[in-house]
């Protein structure tokens, strides 16, 4: 089975609003949908309903960096082997069954080579010393992103990657990389990697907006079509 992981906070929520509308009529096979939220917030009926649980967050990073470690920690609130990341600003305009995502019980997961991906190319030194392995590829390809807990726990027990979200500044840490690269070196045998410099059978299941750039009139004409 699988579980829906996504963490935000108050000023996303109107995002998550439009968010859990697309869910809620494109979403499908979704065994538990667990939200993750800063402590003391107050999140609105509208939203909480659409939730089978709720974790409230007590922060010991700077935001940015602490909802990327609240992901990597979201085996400790899930209950499947299979969890799926979204996020507040993701919306589903068509149906998408993340089943889909899996091939005989293995994840498949894009990557493409850092010497093809233009800006994403300031994650390959991050990720490298977030983890001490040096990455080929990055991993942060298309969302939603599924994962196994395995690789989550490894990651978040990993002494070289404590050690580093101990001194992190400025922002440095790419979570979905940092997954990426444990789950390549480590849990091969739960994956299957797709190089799209190779492979055609990548599908966008969702469309990603900024959610920091607000919502401009012609995106709200498109969210208006849920």
Same mark, same amino acid.
Request: net charge negative.
């Given at each position: 089975?699988?579980?829906?992981?996504?963490?935000?906070?108050?000023?996303?929520?109107?995002?998550?609003?439009?968010?859990?509308?697309?869910?809620?009529?494109?979403?499908?096979?979704?065994?538990?949908?667990?939200?993750?939220?800063?402590?003391?917030?107050?999140?609105?009926?509208?939203?909480?309903?659409?939730?089978?649980?709720?974790?409230?967050?007590?922060? =010991?990073?700077?935001?940015?960096?602490?909802?990327?470690?609240?992901? *990597?920690? $979201?085996?400790? &609130?899930?209950?499947?082997? +299979? #969890?799926?990341?979204?996020?507040?600003?993701?919306?589903?305009?068509?149906?998408?069954?993340?089943?889909?995502?899996?091939?005989?019980?293995?994840?498949?997961?894009?990557?493409?080579?850092?010497?093809?991906?233009?800006?994403?190319?300031?994650?390959?030194?991050?990720?490298?010393?977030?983890?001490?392995?040096?990455?080929?590829?990055?991993?942060?390809?298309?969302?939603?992103?599924?994962?196994?807990?395995?690789?989550?726990?490894?990651?978040?027990?990993?002494?070289?990657?404590?050690?580093?979200?101990?001194?992190? =500044?400025?922002?440095?840490?790419?979570?979905?990389?940092?997954?990426? *690269?444990? $789950?390549?070196? &480590?849990?091969?045998?739960? +994956? #299957?990697?797709?190089?799209?410099?190779?492979?055609?059978?990548?599908?966008?299941?969702?469309?990603?907006?900024?959610?920091?750039?607000?919502?401009?009139?012609?995106?709200?004409?498109?969210?208006?079509?849920?």
């Amino acid at each position: 089975m699988i579980s829906l992981f996504l963490r935000s906070y108050e000023p996303d929520f109107v995002w998550l609003e439009y968010s859990i509308k697309s869910m809620r009529k494109n979403l499908l096979n979704i065994s538990e949908r667990v939200l993750a939220v800063p402590q003391h917030t107050t999140v609105p009926t509208s939203i909480s309903n659409f939730f089978d649980h709720i974790v409230y967050i007590q922060e =010991t990073h700077e935001g940015y960096v602490q909802q990327q470690i609240d992901k *990597i920690r $979201a085996y400790k &609130y899930c209950s499947n082997d +299979y #969890i799926l990341f979204s996020d507040s600003d993701c919306i589903y305009y068509d149906k998408f069954d993340p089943y889909n995502k899996i091939e005989h019980g293995k994840i498949i997961l894009p990557k493409t080579k850092y010497e093809l991906v233009e800006s994403a190319i300031i994650w390959e030194d991050i990720t490298y010393t977030a983890t001490g392995i040096e990455p080929e590829y990055e991993y942060m390809r298309c969302f939603p992103i599924l994962h196994h807990r395995e690789v989550l726990q490894y990651l978040d027990s990993d002494e070289h990657f404590n050690a580093y979200l101990s001194v992190v =500044t400025n922002r440095e840490l790419s979570e979905f990389n940092a997954i990426g *690269i444990i $789950a390549e070196t &480590y849990f091969k045998h739960r +994956y #299957i990697f797709l190089d799209t410099e190779t492979s055609n059978t990548i599908v966008q299941s969702a469309k990603q907006y900024w959610s920091w750039g607000g919502i401009s009139e012609d995106i709200q004409k498109e969210l208006d079509t849920l």
